[in-house]
């Protein structure tokens, strides 16, 4: 029997061997703890903007770190996420499919922005050090960063962006292989309780032309 190419990628089981189901509310937990921390910050930061704004004169450029239209988006971004966060633990605990969907697209939209980082990071790596330029004169160790030669710096730079990106590619065959073994198992479900569920329709006797009598109905048909 022939098998999709992708067949052969899925797995019920993810790392410290528990299965991906497992794997993926411990995923969605721990966004949703990030995510809300996030979000705690955000709101601190609203109610009080005076402890975590930084002017022009302590960046050393003509802008503001974040302005009060920033910390909206921000903050509406946050709730996004704990809401897709909450989705996909919520449809996984359920073994509900459709509710994993939208956290595996930004798993996905996520993996692309880090692809693309490191697309211009090799394809321009002169970027580095303007960005270590722009740097606040106070950031740690912006010094040490910048005396480095630039060479080393990108190979740094580039490893260290490909790990993760590995990191991120696992998470997202976890969350895929999760979708299937749930999507599967549901469709497992219905057909066994169809087949398991046969009801017999019984036809009404009919009369035979021949000598008018009623003769026996035939045999119900039973779906298999």
């Given at each position: ?12 089981s993810?790392?410290l061997c ?6 993926t ?6 966004y ?6 996030v ?24 802008f503001?770190f974040?302005?009060d ?6 903050t ?27 956290f595996f ?7 692309a ?7 211009s ?23 040490e ?7 080393c710096?990108v ?18 065959s ?19 309780y169809?087949?398991?569920?046969d009801?017999?329709?019984?036809l ?9 009598a ?11």
């Amino acid at each position: 029997m022939l098998s999709s190419p992708w067949a052969r990628f899925y797995s019920n089981s993810c790392c410290l061997c528990c299965h991906v189901r497992t794997g993926t509310i411990i995923l969605g937990v721990w966004y949703l703890i990030i995510n809300s921390v996030v979000l705690l910050i955000l709101l601190s930061a609203l109610t009080d903007p005076d402890q975590y704004h930084l002017t022009s004169a302590e960046l050393g450029g003509e802008f503001e770190f974040m302005d009060d239209a920033n910390m909206c988006i921000a903050t509406a971004i946050s709730l996004l996420m704990i809401l897709i966060c909450a989705m996909a633990t919520y449809g996984a605990y359920k073994q509900h499919a459709a509710w994993i969907i939208p956290f595996f697209c930004y798993q996905i939209f996520d993996f692309a922005l880090n692809t693309l980082v490191a697309i211009s990071v090799l394809v321009y790596p002169s970027t580095i050090q303007d960005y270590l330029r722009q740097l606040p004169t106070n950031f740690p160790y912006k010094e040490e960063i910048m005396s480095v030669n630039p060479t080393c710096l990108v190979v740094i730079i580039l490893l260290f962006i490909s790990i993760i990106l590995a990191f991120k590619g696992y998470l997202i065959s976890c969350v895929w292989n999760c979708y299937r073994y749930i999507n599967g198992r549901n469709n497992s479900d219905v057909l066994v309780y169809i087949t398991t569920n046969d009801t017999a329709v019984l036809l009404p006797p009919y009369d035979d032309p021949a000598n008018g009598a009623a003769k026996d109905p035939p045999p119900p048909y039973v779906s298999a």
